[in-house]
């Protein structure tokens, strides 16, 4: 800018300084031009006239906040890095595996079965570490396995059902929301599933279809009623070897980069907790984020309100 208006004044000179015009309305005219002024003077009366009529100040320019729309089309927003949700089971019979799983880096959900030795105690210290607690509900299953205290069985009519599922979430302090603990025969069942949800909206928690029977209709369910929830995508220790331990977190880290999202379930077991003590800390350079799956549930409820 100062450029630009030091340009204007040498073109302005000749005029302020009384030198001639080449402009059409002099030509052929009987006016004598002046004698040209000496280098010097001419200098000399510029910087005397820049003294006196110095340019104006430019004023540097206020940011404008950017509207919503403009700052979620900005080339500087990234999108989101891919997210993984870890999911504990089965915390609350063992006090050394629980508060080891308690102590593992990052925003883990740990689902703590109720009436448990521990379950207070883990699910206090899981908070207080940053853990997102879960109530991990325990459903019956096909194979009629022992399912413990609180358990949800087909005999129940409602009123006994959802008596239990709401003292079994009294039971677990700073619970966030529930997946089934077993459940392939429970989940299955519209109308039970019907029961769960209803439990689970009006406390205004999540579910996390554990997916333990390819026919559940636990998500279905849940969408249905208006419940935020989740599906399983990855059992970590399904079988309990180091190398498949370690192939079945691979493979859900290739979920997370591939859909944007991925949720893996794993225990207690000391070659899972060996497994993810080593890898936890490295997924922040591999571009991986660890979330809680209530968080997760909360970027997409953000994301699908966003026009």
């Not at 040498?10 to 006016?31: E, I, R």
Request: negative net charge; proline residues 9%; hydrophobic residues 40%.
């Amino acid at each position: 800018m100062r450029g630009v208006l030091a340009a204007l004044c040498l073109l302005a000179l000749p005029l302020m300084l009384g030198g001639t015009s080449s402009s059409p309305a002099f030509a052929g005219s009987d006016l004598r031009a002046p004698l040209p002024m000496p280098a010097r003077d001419r200098h000399e009366q510029l910087l005397r006239w820049l003294a006196l009529n110095p340019p104006p100040a430019i004023e540097a320019p206020v940011a404008t906040p950017p509207t919503p729309a403009e700052a979620s089309s900005s080339p500087m927003t990234r999108p989101l890095a891919p997210r993984l949700v870890i999911i504990i089971d089965d915390i609350g019979n063992n006090l050394q595996q629980g508060e080891r799983s308690a102590g593992l880096p990052g925003p883990l959900n740990l689902a703590i079965l109720p009436y448990t030795p521990h379950a207070t105690h883990l699910a206090t210290l899981g908070h207080a570490q940053g853990k997102e607690i879960m109530l991990h509900a325990p459903m019956e299953n096909h194979q009629q396995l022992a399912l413990g205290p609180g358990a949800l069985t087909l005999g129940m009519d409602r009123s006994g059902f959802t008596e239990q599922l709401a003292e079994s979430l009294d039971s677990v302090p700073f619970v966030r929301g529930v997946n089934n603990h077993m459940g392939s025969l429970m989940t299955e069942q519209a109308q039970q599933m019907h029961w769960t949800m209803g439990v689970l909206q009006e406390r205004g928690l999540f579910f996390v279809d554990s997916r333990t029977s390819s026919n559940t209709v636990g998500a279905r369910t849940a969408e249905a009623v208006g419940v935020p929830h989740l599906s399983r995508q990855v059992f970590l220790d399904h079988e309990r070897d180091p190398l498949a331990i370690a192939d079945a977190f691979e493979r859900g880290l290739r979920i997370a980069r591939q859909t944007g999202t991925a949720v893996l379930i794993g225990h207690p077991y000391p070659e899972t907790l060996d497994l993810l003590e080593q890898r936890l800390p490295e997924l922040e350079a591999e571009g991986i984020s660890l979330v809680s799956a209530g968080q997760l549930i909360g970027q997409q409820q953000v994301a699908h309100k966003t026009p």
